[in-house]
């Protein structure tokens, strides 16, 4: 399973966008990449899934370069709620492998 | 249900005791997940069923460690002798197999005494 680094910790302000990058440099042909968002005492919730080049729901921008080592997962002008720990998956989807979560970035939203 | 749900929410027992943790996933999904999470750590992962068999087993830490779901359905994660170490919260996610997320419940925050 391909490896993934985040930075520890990020803080922002309010109405800032916020850009956080994961390097997955052994990422394999077949996997995609997924962010969960996770808030203190409960379970991870899905954000944003790729596969290459950029997706975007109401919530967040996925980039992903052509070599697909990286991805940015981007939050358009956060606010207090979006104070969590984000983390960056890669491998096959949910329902055909397991999927391991590295320690994530805690990011912090000031007011 | 409308999502995961496990049950309970809190669990406090003693070193040495057995516990049982429930999970029941989300109506037709065919794949279930057994992380357990540290303070300050990522989810780890434990087990993962297809259906009724588990297709990974590999992050079971020890033999004190077990889960079934023997109808596909709901899963129960069974820990013998239980050890201090062992407090932790135990997430339950499930998925269906055609889709590209999974849905995690509240969790049960195990504290061992």
């Known amino acids: 399973l391909a490896k993934t680094t985040q930075p520890i910790s990020m803080d922002s302000y309010e109405g800032q966008e916020v850009n956080i990058t994961c390097s997955h440099n052994?990422?394999?042909?077949?996997?995609?990449i997924t962010w969960y968002q996770q808030f203190p005492s409960q379970g991870p919730r899905f954000i944003i899934q790729?596969?290459?080049t950029k997706v975007k729901n109401e919530v967040a921008s996925l980039f992903i370069p052509a070599d697909r080592k990286s991805s940015t997962l981007s939050l358009p002008r956060v606010s207090l709620s979006d104070t969590a720990v984000y983390y960056c998956?890669?491998?096959?989807?949910?329902?055909?492998?397991?999927?391991?979560f590295g320690t994530g970035t805690r990011l912090t939203i000031i007011p | 249900g409308a999502g995961v749900s496990q049950t309970p929410s809190n669990k406090v027992t003693e070193k040495g005791k057995y516990v049982e943790l429930r999970c029941d996933p989300i109506s037709g999904h065919t794949a279930l997940y057994w992380y357990r999470q540290s303070l300050g750590q990522g989810p780890e992962f434990l087990i993962y069923f297809q259906g009724t068999g588990a297709a990974d087993d590999s992050g079971l830490p020890n033999d004190r460690f077990f889960a079934v779901r023997p109808e596909g359905s709901v899963s129960t994660l069974k820990i013998q002798r239980t050890e201090r170490g062992d407090s932790a919260m135990y997430l339950c996610a499930s998925s269906s197999q055609e889709g590209t997320e999974a849905f995690f419940g509240q969790g049960t925050r195990l504290t061992v005494v």
């Open positions: 998956l890669v491998g096959a989807s949910f329902g055909n492998e397991k999927l391991t």
């Open positions: 790729g596969y290459k």
């Open positions: 052994n990422i394999a042909t077949n996997d995609y």
